[in-house]
């Protein structure tokens, strides 16, 4: 079953420093998505994008972040200079037409912790 | 502004004990409404989307249904399997998705 990747499981990193967070969609899907959920917190939207574009991003989503889709697979989220609160765990998803509904699929996540 | 609230905050059951898990929404203009399951460090997965009242899903031992306010996760002679947090999200005017804070369900041998 198609499902998505996510790449590292935890990266660990220091304050100040940029890390970038990979994700493989799944192959055929048209839209994809970062969420990001603190300990204990809701999952909570940060940037959707399609057709190589950001078509929405939340109140988050401000200038530390930003994401790309390098190649034809890969789907990525860079933060630039992390702070302690940036501490989370970081979903990709993405979504594709299935009877006329899109269905968000998501990864296993990755664990970032700022030291 | 969106509203999602679920409850209660955490469940536990006997196993086969079956119960019932709510999430009411306030929204301008429901696209969909959906629930996922997530287990402990795992990303959410999906199990069902509903997008009009009245819609019901079913799935083993689950059954979603919506109305017009709110949505229910019926679960039927629940196992200690089915032990996770149960996620309810709407989707509106955008694509993203505006989840609830989830409910913790642990079921008891």
């Known amino acids: 079953e198609p499902e998505v990747t996510q790449t590292p499981s935890h990266q660990v990193t220091q304050m100040g420093q940029e890390v970038i967070l990979r994700c493989v969609p799944i192959?055929?899907?048209?839209?994809f998505y970062w969420y990001r959920q603190i300990l204990g917190q809701k999952v909570e939207f940060l940037v959707s994008?399609?057709?190589?574009?950001?078509?929405?991003k939340s109140e988050i989503f401000d200038d530390q972040f930003s994401v790309e889709r390098p190649d034809g697979s890969n789907f990525t989220l860079k933060i630039r200079s992390t702070k302690l609160e940036d501490s989370a765990m970081y979903f990709c998803?993405?979504?594709?037409?299935?009877?006329?509904?899109?269905?968000?699929?998501f990864g296993a996540g990755t664990r970032l912790s700022v030291l | 502004e969106d509203q999602v609230t679920q409850s209660p905050e955490a469940l536990r059951l006997q196993e086969g004990e079956s119960s019932s898990l709510n999430c009411s929404y306030t929204?301008?203009?429901?696209?969909?409404l959906f629930w996922y399951r997530q287990d402990p460090g795992k990303g959410p997965e999906f199990l069902f989307t509903?997008?009009?009242a009245g819609e019901e899903k079913e799935k083993e031992r689950l059954k979603a249904t919506l109305t017009k306010k709110e949505s229910f996760l019926h679960i039927t002679a629940p196992k200690p399997e089915d032990s996770a947090t149960y996620l309810c999200?709407?989707?509106?005017?955008?694509?993203?998705?505006?989840f609830g804070t989830g409910t913790r369900l642990t079921v008891i041998p």
């Open positions: 998803a993405s979504s594709g037409p299935l009877a006329g509904r899109y269905i968000q699929y």
């Open positions: 192959s055929n899907h048209l839209y």
């Open positions: 994008f399609y057709n190589n574009e950001i078509s929405e």
């Open positions: 929204v301008s203009g429901l696209r969909g």
């Open positions: 509903l997008y009009s």
């Open positions: 999200a709407v989707q509106t005017g955008a694509n993203n998705l505006f």
